[in-house]
């Protein structure tokens, strides 16, 4: 990330524009952050049609040298604001993991990966508004030559919201990085890892997937 924490000392942006101070300083509180153990984060190229300014990066959660989940999380911000968003940033992401198949036909998981999102950010007491989003399951069998192989499936939820008010009283700037953490819980919870913390009452969790167990 030294590029872009060399471009946010400087207030300037790869086209030399000037980049407003409350996205900066938000940028800063996302490069402070140190997930878990088993999450690599590392930055993206940012989409440049979304906002006028993004921040992003992908994530990989592996155990044992064994990738069990991967997403993006990118962090817009529009000075002027944009209706859907009700304020003037906006978080968008991306969570996948593999399944066991027998979880993957459970008819209560799409609800109970978007409360695993929903509690991550009440965990963290990060306020926020006008989330949207998809749960998606995918199945694949094999047959024919392909018919040892064991059968996969997987599990992807893209989500967005708005980050409402100011994440710290303290300075007045938005905490993105508390909604970052929040979302590395979502990614760990996806790949089937223990909670660090005990969850707020009301997330369900599901029986462990492939990955390590809880202890």
Known sequence: MAAARAQAAEGMNDDGEAVPTAFRNAVATLEEITPRTEIRLDPLPAP???????????????VDDEELADGRFVLLHDPQGQDAWHGTFRVVTM??????????????????????????????????????????????????????????????????????????????????????MAWCELLAQCAGLPPESSPEAGVVQLPQRRGPQPG
């Open 48 to 62: 440049k049609r979304l906002a006028p300014y993004a921040f992003a990066l992908e994530a990989s959660l592996g």
């Open 95 to 180: 969570a996948r993991a593999e399944l066991e198949p027998e979880m993957a036909a459970d008819p209560l998981l799409p609800e109970v990966t978007w409360s695993w999102l929903t509690g991550a950010l009440q965990a963290r007491r990060v306020p926020y508004g006008a989330s949207s989003g998809t749960v998606t399951r995918a199945s694949s069998h094999y047959f024919g030559g392909l018919a040892e192989r064991e059968a996969q499936a997987e599990i992807e939820i893209r989500a967005s919201w708005s980050p409402a008010g100011h994440g710290s009283s303290l300075t007045g700037q938005l905490d993105a990085g508390a909604h970052l």
